[in-house]
């Protein structure tokens, strides 16, 4: 009986090892096969070209709008910024000794800006120009594709002293077209109503009224205008920007608003660097013009969130 037991149980042990020495060259030779079998790793995909930078970057030019859009539910803040001191007054020497204007004082602007829709927008902007409030409300109604070019409506209202006094009303339409990735081209008629009686108010004192005492506008109260402007550009992320407000009729004292800028272009923000004369960034400040000679220095900074 032992001598079975023992036979029986060395038939088990070597009936295990050959299954096992079996299954291990089943398992040696068919790996290679699997191994070939097996799709080699898709290689990693082409590095994505950057896509076009647009023509259009920003909800302003200088100081005119544009028919950019801000998505839904989304925000925009602006800060205007213009430097109080004439850079054509003073030798180099004396421009250099102020540092070109920044040991002056400034104009700052306050800016900010809600999406109601993919299309509407509202916001508010205040100037230290008077202590001016605008509140707006703009409708981009027509995309430049369904129709040659955009086309985008303001509303505004506007009044000094923190919106206490000298109301003025606006309304503006915007028409754009851009061409291919380079260039922005702007149109923007708008009419202004109660802007003769801010210049009544302190710091308008000085307006000439015209020889012998009668002033050239006693019966112009309101004012048109059409704000001029492009934005090109030059590099990846560079732009040159430039802008220009002749009146149409009504009240229009001073030289028509102009102004240059050089943009640069960095994810949600844009700086610029302008040249203006004029501290005005409200539709009423736009249509009472700016100085005949000064030029003043300044920026914008503005962030899409």
């Known amino acids: ?12 042990s070597s009936s295990i090892g050959s299954t096992l020495r079996l299954t291990a060259a089943v398992l040696f030779f068919s790996c290679p096969a699997v191994l070939a079998q097996t799709p080699a790793p898709a290689p990693p995909p082409d590095v994505p070209v950057a896509p076009a930078r647009p023509a259009q970057i920003d909800l302003n030019l200088i100081n005119l709008p544009t028919t950019m859009s801000i998505a839904r539910h989304h925000g925009y803040f602006r800060l205007t910024h213009r430097f109080a001191s004439d850079l054509r007054r003073g030798t180099l020497g004396q421009q250099a000794a102020d540092l070109f204007s920044l040991d002056r004082g400034a104009i700052i602007g306050l800016e900010y800006r809600f999406g109601i829709t993919s299309n509407i927008q509202a ?17 981009d109604a027509v ?5 040659p070019v955009a086309v985008s409506l303001t509303l505004s209202l506007e009044g000094v002293n923190n919106l206490r006094d000298k109301y003025q ?10 061409f291919g990735d380079r260039l922005a081209l ?7 109503a109660g802007t003769h009686a801010v210049d009544i108010v302190e710091g308008h004192e000085g307006h000439d009224i015209g020889s012998g005492g009668v002033d050239p506008h006693a019966h112009h109260q309101d004012t048109w205008f059409a704000g001029l402007g492009g934005r090109l550009r030059f590099s990846g992320t560079g732009y040159i920007t430039g802008e220009y407000t002749p009146r149409l009729g009504g009240y229009d004292p001073n030289a028509a608003e102009w102004g240059v800028a050089v943009e640069k272009r960095t994810g949600g923000h844009t700086l610029q660097l302008n040249f203006t004369n004029s501290f005005g960034t409200t539709f009423g400040q736009l249509a009472r013009g700016g100085s005949a000679h000064d ?3 300044g920026f914008n900074i503005t962030r899409r969130f």
């Open 186 to 192: 702007y149109a923007t008629p708008a009419f202004v």
């Open 295 to 297: 030029v003043y220095l």
């Open 143 to 147: 995309p430049q594709g369904s129709f």
């Open 1 to 12: 009986m032992r001598i079975a037991s023992g036979i029986g149980q060395s038939m088990i």
């Open 123 to 139: 916001g508010v902007h205040r100037s230290m120009f008077n202590k001016t409030i605008q509140t707006f409300g703009r409708w």
């Open 169 to 178: 009303q606006g309304i503006a339409i915007t028409a754009s077209r851009t």
